[in-house]
């Protein structure tokens, strides 16, 4: 079965004047047109390609990766606002739509927005969505505590900005927890801090116990390493002052400190550190 919106590994199974023939074994066969053929292929090999429907809305692939996938966000930019919706620029030659009635707010031309990209149970087309608590499920979680997770940045709250979790869960950073510029679109590796009874996530972007000693020491000593061997930071320094040169909060910059300290790596003293 070719899947729509996806990477489908098919077999070659004839050259034409239009381009490749592939098949998936099943019967079904689907154009690989003349610009996306490969230099050098035989008949009967395999080759994986990313399926979509062309502007007369047939199925065809291309060797290009787009920039999202179904059952997938990401942060795509408007080419163009009709009277349908908005179009995504999503990489390939036909731009990806965005039903009004799929749009939080009215999208603008120009403008990156987060969306899902998700096959229409009606059209059975490839279209996308910017309302995306309506793909997000947090009733059932497949994250735990402390766990390592995939973020992209969604919103940004009163509270802190929103993330998406392993492409599945709602999770939130609060801000005084954000020792980095962060923007709509980011995508990060993140820590699950707490799942509370409602199951809401409080997500960190910096590992959690132990484990952040060692990315904190590593960090901290590359800075140095660049910097000649001596920075004009120590335990007494600011919090803003760290967080601004080495986006670590104070606890994970005493943390690195001290463990390059018990290293025999740095030297501590009143006007700064230095690489021994």
């Known amino acids: ?130 309302k995306l608590d309506k793909f997000i499920d947090n009733e059932v979680l497949t994250v735990n505590n402390w766990e390592e997770v995939d973020l992209i940045v969604t919103r940004l709250t009163d509270l802190g900005w929103e993330v998406i979790i392993n492409n599945k869960h709602k999770g939130l950073v609060y801000l005084n927890e954000i020792f980095k510029k962060l923007s709509v679109g980011d995508q990060m590796k993140g820590y699950v801090k707490a799942i509370r009874e409602d199951n809401k996530i409080d997500v960190s972007l910096e590992p959690i116990g132990y484990k952040s000693v060692e990315p904190a020491a590593n960090l901290i000593y590359e800075h140095l390493t660049k910097a000649g061997g001596f920075l004009p930071f120590h335990d007494k320094s600011h919090p803003d002052d760290i967080k601004y040169a080495f986006e670590l909060s104070k606890k994970n910059f005493k943390k690195g400190i001290g463990t390059l300290y018990r290293e025999r790596k740095i030297d501590i003293k009143e006007d700064g550190i230095y690489l021994i």
């Open 1 to 130: 079965m070719i899947e729509l919106g996806n990477y489908n590994t098919l077999e070659i199974l004839r050259d034409t004047s239009v381009g490749l023939f592939l098949g998936d074994g099943e019967g079904t066969e689907v154009l690989l047109p003349n610009k996306y053929v490969p230099e050098i292929y035989e008949i009967g090999d395999e080759i994986t390609v990313f399926c979509y429907l062309d502007h007369e809305e047939r199925p065809v692939t291309t060797n290009i990766k787009p920039y999202i996938i179904r059952n997938t966000f990401n942060l795509l930019r408007v080419a163009e606002v009709n009277n349908i919706g908005a179009f995504m620029d999503w990489g390939l030659e036909k731009h990806l739509l965005v039903p009004f009635s799929e749009q939080r707010t009215k999208m603008q031309t120009g403008q990156s927005y987060v969306v899902y990209c998700y096959l229409d149970d009606k059209t059975q087309r490839l279209v996308a969505s910017n």
